[in-house]
């Protein structure tokens, strides 16, 4: 018999009572972490979660402080994508309404995918529709074992639309292709194996660890780098390899290395000390 707890097309009836679905959170070192808190329906996208995931993420691209931002779900489960409810109610809207909609998501995961720290999605239990784009617009994505995925929009007659840049961009095209089309579950395994994971946890215990490593990984790093890396990636995806994209990664360096930071890094590492941005509150 097959574990309906698994299941992307049953409904799970909602049990909360919170008047907010999303909370941000930050210690004094600079990791935020972003929870979906909505476990009752497993943590699925309405108007709500997707105004206050928009509201935490344009937060932290002004949050100087914060290097590492993580985004998780409450209850052991990631996200379980759209809510049936609202789903309903989009049915009933006219196809400009349902634009509008659907741009508020793809607003959404834009701005997680801009923002300058590092970005790491931390998944467990299920992660079907939009919540597979969402770990996919993350820098890394962190799984659980028992993690399941599911692009099963099409088995609703939809498409995975908003969320195929990340994902497309994660696995590349032919597995997409694949996966939007068909529909089907696959496990943490094959979603380690195609590129849409970057690492896989026993269990939850372990997943904590993975990220306290990655927290003390991403405090070692220049905050400015960081975000100049990031948008090295994005530029150097874009364009063709020419003398303009050479140009462009030799200006780059170049910049970097009469950057204030830049000169402070190496010249901490050349005096065998620690560089400014990890004096207290840094990290270890």
């Known amino acids: 018999m097959s574990d309906l707890t698994n299941d992307p097309y049953v409904e799970v009836v909602d049990t909360d009572v919170q008047s907010t679905f999303v909370r941000l959170d930050a210690d004094?070192?600079?990791?935020?972490?972003?929870?979906?808190?909505?476990?009752?329906?497993?943590?699925?996208?309405n108007d709500e979660v997707i105004g206050a995931l928009r509201e935490a993420f344009e937060t932290l691209a002004g949050a100087d402080g914060v290097k590492v931002a993580f985004?998780?779900?409450?209850?052991?489960a990631f996200s379980a994508g759209a809510d049936m409810e609202w789903m309903r109610g989009a049915a009933d809207r006219t196809q400009s309404d349902n634009h509008d909609d659907a741009m508020r998501m793809g607003d959404m995961l834009k701005q997680l995918h801009d923002l300058p720290m590092l970005t790491v999605a931390l998944v467990e239990g299920a992660a079907f529709g939009g919540g597979a784009g969402l770990a996919a617009a993350c820098d890394m994505a962190i799984a659980t074992r028992n993690a399941r995925f599911a692009f099963s929009e099409v088995r609703l007659g939809l498409v995975a639309a908003t969320i195929s840049p990340y994902v497309v961009a994660a696995i590349g095209p032919r597995k997409a292709r694949g996966l939007f089309a068909s529909g089907r579950m696959f496990d943490a395994e094959e979603a380690f194996r195609i590129g849409l994971v970057d690492q896989l946890a026993e269990d939850a215990a372990a997943l904590e660890?993975?990220?306290?490593?990655?927290?003390?990984?991403g405090l070692l790093c220049g905050p400015e780098a960081v975000r100049h890396s990031k948008r090295l990636v994005d530029h150097v995806a874009a364009h063709a390899l020419d003398r303009g994209l050479i140009e462009h990664t030799a200006r780059e360096i170049a910049r970097a290395r009469v950057s204030e930071e830049g000169q402070e890094g190496v010249k901490a590492f050349i005096e065998k000390r620690r560089p400014a941005w990890l004096s207290p509150p840094g990290g270890t």
């Open 28 to 45: 004094d070192r600079g990791v935020a972490t972003v929870t979906i808190d909505r476990p009752g329906r497993r943590n699925a996208f």
């Open 71 to 76: 985004i998780r779900g409450a209850g052991g």
């Open 209 to 217: 660890a993975a990220r306290d490593d990655i927290a003390r990984e």
